[in-house]
Nanobody, 122 residues
Framework: QVQLVESGGGLVQSGGSLRLSCAASGLTFIRYNMGWFRQAPGKEREFVAVVSWTGGTPLYADSVKGRFAASRDNSKNTVFLQMNSLKPEDTAVYYC???????????????WGQGTQVTVSS
């Protein structure tokens, strides 16, 4: 079955950096759009970034543009999210997801990881 396993979350001070990883198995990785999403306490899940299967320029939410960078390594079936200049409002559970059929910014991706907590202290 499909498994997506995130890692790299943790506690960081405002202005710091973290790098999230998501290892995928059970799917043909190169054929999937790989997205990052987040959900803060009391808020709905939101789109953060996506790297399409075509390998084109990643797309980002306006709130993270210029601070976050998404990438993928197809040889390792892994997608990354480099997060710089972190702010307290970036605190959330971050999820990676894989999809072939929905719009890139959709919340209706086919497969989801379990999430990793990112906490940014002020």
């Amino acid at each position: 079955q499909v498994q997506l396993v995130e890692s790299g979350g943790g506690l960081v001070q405002s202005g710091g950096s973290l790098r999230l990883s998501c290892a995928a198995s059970g799917l043909t990785f190169i054929r999937y759009n790989m997205g990052w999403f987040r959900q803060a306490p009391g808020k709905e899940r939101e789109f953060v970034a996506v790297v399409s299967w075509t390998g084109g320029t990643p797309l980002y939410a306006d709130s993270v543009k210029g601070r976050f960078a998404a990438s993928r390594d197809n040889s390792k079936n892994t997608v990354f999210l480099q997060m710089n200049s972190l702010k307290p409002e970036d605190t959330a559970v971050y999820y990676c997801a894989a999809d072939q059929t929905h719009a890139l910014r959709s919340l209706r991706y086919d497969f989801w990881g379990q999430g990793t907590q990112v906490t940014v202290s002020s």
